[in-house]
C-alpha cells in the first residue's frame, strides 16, 4: 500500500524529470546512474562505453563538482561536445544566503518552473556546523501540506514535490557554497572541520514537506547521495524524519536502510490529533507498531523521536512519564527540541528548567534524551521554522492589500 495526497493525482504537484537550465537544457546534475545511462543512450552513446562514461560523470560532477563540461579532462572532446549540446550542468540557484551569529546558513534556493502554476518554486536548505559533523537539512517538497500547528512550514501551502535530482541538487550546492570539494580552499568565513574531512557528512530529511508523502524521490536521492563513487555519504548519516505516514515507514527502511526519526510530539492521540493532524489518519498505536517493524532496528540503529517542547501542553513530569511507557522496547533516542517561535505562532517555548527536568525521567528511565541546541533562530532557520521567502512575501502583499481595501472602505 502506498500513501499518496490527492492533490498529488494532478499534474502541477508533480515532480520535474531534471532540473533545466536557462535554455531548458535538462542538467545532468543530480541524476542517478540509471538516468544517466538513459540519457547518454538518448544522444547516441554506445552500450559498450556506458558504464565507463556513467562513471566519469559520477566522478566529476560529484566528487569533483565542475560545472563546465569542458573540465571533464578525461572525457572525449566529441563527447564533451556533444554533453554541452544536449544538457547542462546547471544547479538550483541560490536567491538569498543567510549566516546566523552561530555559524548556521540558510539558503534559500530556487527550482525551474515546471509549468504555468508552478513560477520557479522555492525551497530553504540549511547547513548547521558542529565540531564534530556539519549537517545539512534538505527539503523534499515545495510547502507541506500536514498543517503541524506548532511548525511554520506547515503554514506554507504544497506546491509540488521535488524530484530525485533536485533533492540530491542540495548538496551539491551546499558542496558548491562552502568549496567543499578536494584541493578548493574553503570559503572564508565558514566552519572548517579540524581533521580535514568534508564540511557537508550528515543529511536529515527535516526541511519544508513530508518525505513520505514522496517516497520514490526521496529513496531515489539516497541512492544518489551514497553512491560509493560519487557523493560518498554513508547511509547510517543520513536520517529521514517523518510525522507518521504509517504505510511507508517499513518500506522507506527495506528501500534506504536510513536512519529514521519520528515527529512525535505527544504521547496520547486527543493531542496529537492536534499538534499532529495526520494522526487521525495513523493514531499512535499504529504508528508504534511500524516503528517496532522497521528493517534493521536495534541498539546500534535506533530511531530517534522529536519531541518539541510547548510550554503547558506536552512537558509536564506526567508527559515524560507517558513517554517512557510509550516507547517501552524500542531501541530509541529522545530529542527535545525547545520550540522555536515564529511569527504568528500559538505556543511558547516550555522554561528551560521544566525542559531540563523531562528530559531526566525520560534518561533515568535509561532513554538519551538530549535537549537540541537551537540553531539559527536569529535567521528562522531553525527546526520548524522554515518557509520560503517567496511565500512570506506574498503573504505580507496580501495583508497589504487587504489593509488598503479596508481603508478604502473606510
Known amino acids: 500500500m502506498t500513501a499518496t495526497l490527492p492533490l498529488e493525482k494532478t499534474a502541477e504537484f508533480q515532480a520535474p524529470d531534471a532540473l533545466r537550465a536557462a535554455d531548458n537544457k535538462p542538467s545532468l546534475v543530480g541524476l542517478s546512474r540509471t538516468r544517466l ?183 531515489e536521492a539516497i541512492g544518489v547521495l551514497t553512491d560509493p563513487e560519487g557523493l560518498q555519504l554513508s547511509r547510517r548519516k543520513i536520517t529521514v524524519s517523518t510525522s507518521g505516514v504509517v504505510p511507508e515507514i517499513g518500506p522507506l527502511g527495506s528501500a534506504t536502510n536510513a536512519m529514521l526519526a519520528i515527529s512525535l510530539h505527544a504521547t496520547n492521540d486527543p493531542l496529537r490529533d492536534k499538534l499532529v493532524p495526520l494522526n487521525r489518519k495513523y493514531p499512535i498505536a499504529e504508528l508504534m507498531d511500524a516503528c517496532r517493524a522497521y528493517p534493521g532496528l536495534s541498539n546500534a540503529r535506533r530511531i530517534t523521536f522529536e519531541y518539541v517542547m510547548l510550554k503547558g501542553v506536552n512537558d509536564s513530569p506526567a508527559e515524560a512519564r507517558a513517554l517512557v511507557r510509550l516507547l517501552k522496547g524500542v531501541p530509541a533516542k529522545i530529542n527535545l527540541i525547545p520550540f522555536n517561535v515564529w511569527p504568528g505562532a500559538i505556543y511558547e517555548c516550555s522554561d528551560w528548567e521544566t525542559i531540563e527536568r523531562f528530559s531526566q525521567i525520560v534518561f533515568d528511565a535509561g532513554y538519551s534524551s538530549p535537549i537540541r541546541t537551537p540553531r539559527g533562530r536569529d535567521i528562522l532557520a531553525a527546526c520548524g521554522q522554515l518557509k520560503s521567502e517567496t511565500e512570506k512575501l506574498r503573504a505580507r502583499a496580501r495583508m497589504m492589500l487587504e489593509e488598503q481595501l479596508a481603508l478604502g472602505a473606510d
Open 37 to 219: 545511462a538513459k540519457e547518454l543512450a538518448a544522444i547516441g552513446v554506445p552500450e559498450a562505453e556506458m558504464k565507463m562514461r556513467v562513471a566519469q560523470l559520477v566522478h566529476w560532477l560529484s566528487v569533483r563538482g565542475v560545472t563546465d563540461f569542458d573540465a571533464m579532462t578525461n572525457v572525449a572532446k566529441t563527447l564533451r561536445a556533444k554533453l554541452s549540446a544536449h544538457f547542462s550542468l546547471a544547479r538550483p540557484e541560490i536567491v538569498s544566503e543567510q549566516v546566523s551569529k552561530d555559524g548556521t546558513r540558510k539558503w534559500l534556493l530556487r527550482m525551474p518552473s515546471t509549468g504555468p502554476l508552478d513560477k520557479g518554486a522555492e525551497i530553504e536548505c540549511v547547513y548547521i556546523p558542529e565540531r564534530d559533523r556539519g549537517t545539512l537539512c534538505v527539503s523534499s517538497q515545495v510547502g507541506c501540506t500536514l498543517n503541524c500547528t506548532f511548525c511554520h512550514t506547515g503554514t506554507q501551502k504544497l506546491v509540488r514535490n521535488l524530484s530525485a535530482a533536485e533533492i540530491a541538487a542540495q548538496v551539491i550546492v551546499a558542496r558548491d557554497r562552502l568549496n567543499d570539494y578536494p584541493g578548493r580552499a574553503p570559503l572564508e568565513g565558514a566552519f572548517v572541520p579540524t581533521d580535514g574531512g568534508r564540511f557537508v557528512t550528515n543529511i536529515v530529511f527535516m526541511g519544508m514537506g513530508e518525505p513520505l508523502y514522496n517516497p520514490a524521490n526521496v529513496a
